[in-house]
């Protein structure tokens, strides 16, 4: 933390039960290749965001619980809580504070145009809160507390960096410097991972057929039959073209497991059927995932080692939280304490 040379990286994740593997090879891999093969560039901040959850009724023991399997999910990743500062949003009360400032400088045209407002609005007509307009604000606040150069996210939050952007620089042009405008990061191998039973969307926990989606936490076995049960073609021959998107998305995720070429991975079944390529795909998938689940499991058993690392989280956060927000604090105007 003390080289201020660092780029710093800052990514969140709701409670929203167990992650897929589409979650894994999407995000989560990415952001433990960010936080120890290059803990030399960066410095990373992740965070479980379970403010972000409330904006949709849970019950409050599964919302404690959730929050608490999904810690123990990043740190089974073998992201390093000593080197990376590993947390839950709702520890570090400076979220909450600097999300309330930021709405005052975010107009409600520009949130209103939010695309995922508007279609969680229309899904769930009952609960339109406010708390889900102002949402991309939470995690604007998220991010420009850390003062993040970069904020690794999927397609669907794109929108929501770009309000971050736009907030950031409207604050900066009334007040000077405050906060650092923060940009995506889009990796190359940021893989799309699509259902196992429709190929043509994207792997999701909320699926209806469970045999579109893997979990982490699926037994081998388990794994092994989705595989071999995904949706491919007729014509018998592993290689990336179109009209082919269920062994498009297998080779996707070999190439994710094993770290193999497309082309490598043609040549490797030239000649064999979809049967032998399934079973490489599911074993390769069983292997990735093994040591994650382990790691889950075993930290699942130890809660109070849980508890202590997220405690020293929130602190580490906190240290820097508190340093942007009394900066954005003071510019606005706050009468300070002198304490
Ligand atoms: N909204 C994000 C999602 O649902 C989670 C999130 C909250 C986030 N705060 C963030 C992501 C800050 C990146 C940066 O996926």
């Known amino acids: 933390m003390e080289q201020e040379k660092k780029q710093i990286v800052l990514s969140a994740v709701q409670p929203t039960g167990t992650p897929t593997l589409g979650n894994y090879l999407g995000a989560f891999k990415n952001w433990k290749i960010m936080a120890n093969d290059m803990a030399d560039k960066y410095d990373c901040f992740y965070a479980v965001a379970d403010l972000h959850s409330i ?21 089974a990743l073998g992201i390093d809580p000593e080197k990376n500062v590993v947390f839950i949003q709702s520890h570090v009360p400076q979220h909450a504070q600097l999300a309330w400032i930021l709405n005052c400088y975010t107009q409600f045209g520009e949130a209103s145009r939010m695309t995922q407002f508007k279609d969680k609005s229309e899904k769930h007509p009952e609960n339109v809160n406010v708390g889900l307009f102002s949402y991309p604000v939470l995690m604007a606040a998220d991010i420009l507390l850390y003062q993040a150069d970069f904020v690794p996210v999927g397609d ?13 620089e409207r604050f900066n042009g009334i007040y000077g410097d405050t906060f650092k405008v923060p940009a995506p990061f889009i990796h190359k191998s940021g893989a799309r991972i699509m259902s196992l039973q429709d190929p043509t969307k994207k ?23 989705k595989i071999k049960s995904a949706v491919t073609d007729s014509e018998a021959k592993v290689y990336r073209g179109e009209g082919k998107d269920g062994i498009n998305n297998l080779m996707e ?87």
């Open 156 to 168: 669907d939050q794109k929108q929501h960096l770009e309000i971050t952007r736009d907030i950031a």
């Open 55 to 75: 904006t949709v009724r849970l019950n409050p023991a599964d919302l404690r619980r959730q929050t608490l399997e999904m810690y123990a999910f990043l740190l």
């Open 253 to 339: 995720i070999y190439s994710c497991c094993t770290g193999k070429s497309f082309d490598d991975i043609t040549a490797e079944f030239e000649g064999k059927g979809y049967g032998d390529f399934k079973t490489a795909v599911g074993e390769a998938v069983i292997a990735e995932l093994r040591p994650v689940k382990e790691e889950y499991n075993r930290l699942m058993s130890d809660k109070a080692y849980l508890m202590k690392c997220a405690a020293e989280g929130a602190e580490k956060a906190e240290y820097f939280a508190s340093r942007t927000l009394r900066k954005a604090m003071k510019k606005v105007g706050f009468l300070q304490l002198d304490r």
């Open 203 to 225: 792997m999701s926990k909320s699926d209806t057929n469970p045999k579109g989606f893997i979990t982490l936490l699926d037994d081998d076995s388990v794994i092994m039959k």
